[in-house]
């Protein structure tokens, strides 16, 4: 049986035929603070689909900016500056059509949401880059991994494809 956004025959995530034309026109990216991974996603997801997908980032908790985030995504054309965590709460939005989670306690909280909302909810566990430890570079690597994780999945999850010449 297949679940929600997948054609028969497909596995979770798989975003070929059918399934890429029903990809969702408002997304939700939600972590703990909504300083790292979420804001990281969201600027992931609105740079690869310019103009195609509505996209937000929360936290759980509001935290504080994050410089490393700032960096690395700026090292893919991404400008984090003025980004401001926010929590579910202080959204001025709803209506999305899918919740992507991104740590257990978003993902939680995110469920919540589907009691009054007709929402689709995923979970992506990933890693917080915030534990990481040892020299400025190191760290900045961590976050590198964890970005380049999420283009990774955003790019299979949505069906990007490179455009030619580009």
């Known amino acids: 049986m297949s679940g929600p956004g997948e054609t028969p025959g497909s596995t979770p995530g798989d975003v070929s035929g059918a399934a890429a034309s029903a990809a969702p026109g408002a997304v939700l990216f939600a972590c703990g603070m909504n300083a790292v991974r979420s804001p990281m996603a969201a600027a992931i997801l609105a740079k690869l689909f310019p103009g195609r997908v509505y996209v937000k980032s ?3 908790r509001a935290g504080e ?3 490393f985030v700032e960096a690395v995504m700026s090292e893919i054309g991404c400008d ?3 980004h ?3 929590t579910f709460e202080g959204l001025d939005e ?5 919740v992507v989670t991104l740590a257990p306690e978003a993902h939680h909280k995110a469920l ?3 009691r009054t909302d007709a929402v689709e909810v995923e979970y992506w566990p990933t890693p917080d880059p915030t534990l990481a430890t040892g020299s400025r570079d190191q760290i ?3 976050y590198r991994a964890v970005r380049d994780l999420l283009m990774t999945r955003i790019k299979k999850r949505f069906g990007w494809t490179a455009t030619p010449g580009g």
């Not at 709803?94 to 899918?98: N, T």
């Open 112 to 114: 919540e949401m589907t």
């Open 84 to 86: 401001r965590p926010k």
């Open 140 to 142: 900045l690597d961590s």
């Open 80 to 82: 984090l500056a003025a």
């Open 58 to 60: 929360c936290g759980v």
């Open 94 to 98: 709803s209506g999305f059509d899918l």
């Open 65 to 67: 900016p994050d410089p």
